[in-house]
């Protein structure tokens, strides 16, 4: 998402405070308060709308930081494999995170680094891999840097969907490379339908980017954070006047899917 022009100022136990999420999501939506990555006012996106909130994933540049969203993309992509191993469904294989040019890099290298520690027996081979922005033509060459994706199941991680036209943009480097999307994961699904299209007003009912590219490309699209959850958390942790304009926001602009 691009910057907004503001107008104003291994397992993972439920949190006691908080019992409507974890306490790895709780944890991480503390770390976003305090930091500033998640601000609260009057926010002009690029689509257009008026947001009470906006989320900065770029602020997570200190190591401090880093080592927090890392964690808890970690822990979301661990919760995800348990449960759905548990229900019986075909587990999420993985063998590559693919980080898009250029802020999917560090989440990417990171976040395996991070799996490995927590998990090393099922996570100690999984490689990390991003895109060039340009062909390199000397040395090794190619537009991909880390592991060859030919043939590998790979994990799409990024901050956040808000069109789609940026994941779709690595489905296409991972499809030309020959390899094989098994899901994307990012940071925060803010719930909301795709902005409105010629003959279209933003009032009747559409999907979001992230549930488009569930349907189009048949994969399974993690987040760390929903819109929900920060509703939920900032119910403990915020001001009331703040989740006031995020639920009429949610209200307003929720995705049908």
Do not use: W
């Not at 229900?87 to 040019?101: E, R, S």
């Not at 090393?120 to 190619?142: A, M, Q, T, W």
């Not at 760390?224 to 602009?253: F, N, Q």
């Amino acid at each position: 998402m691009a910057a907004p022009t503001p107008t104003t100022n291994t397992t993972n136990p439920t949190n006691p405070t908080n019992p409507s999420i974890p306490s790895y999501k709780s944890a991480f939506l503390q770390t976003c308060l305090t930091s500033s990555v998640l601000r609260f006012g009057d926010f002009t996106l690029k689509s257009g709308r008026r947001s009470p909130y906006f989320f900065n994933a770029g602020l997570f540049h200190r190591a401090s930081l880093l080592r927090s969203i890392s964690t808890a993309y970690a822990l979301s992509i661990i919760a995800y494999l348990d449960q759905v191993s548990f229900n019986g469904q075909p587990p999420l294989q993985i063998d590559v995170l693919f980080g898009p040019a250029y802020k999917g890099i560090p989440l990417a290298t990171a976040t395996v680094d991070k799996l490995a520690e927590l998990d090393p027996l099922r996570f100690r081979d999984v490689s990390y891999s991003f895109n060039r922005k340009e062909v390199k033509s000397h040395g090794e060459g190619g537009s991909i840097v880390g592991a060859d994706i030919k043939g590998k199941r790979i994990l799409i991680i990024d901050d956040v969907i808000t069109a789609g036209t940026a994941v779709r943009e690595a489905i296409d480097i991972i499809r030309k490379q020959e390899g094989i999307l098994a899901g994307v994961v990012v940071a925060l699904d803010r719930m909301e339908k795709t902005p409105a299209t010629e003959g279209q007003t933003d009032d009747g009912p559409r999907g979001s980017a992230i549930g488009e590219i569930r349907k189009e490309f048949g994969v399974p699209v993690l987040s760390i954070l929903t819109l929900d959850d920060l509703i939920g958390g900032l119910k403990e942790m915020g001001s009331e006047a703040d989740v006031k304009r995020m639920e009429d926001y949610r209200g307003k602009y929720l995705a049908s899917d």
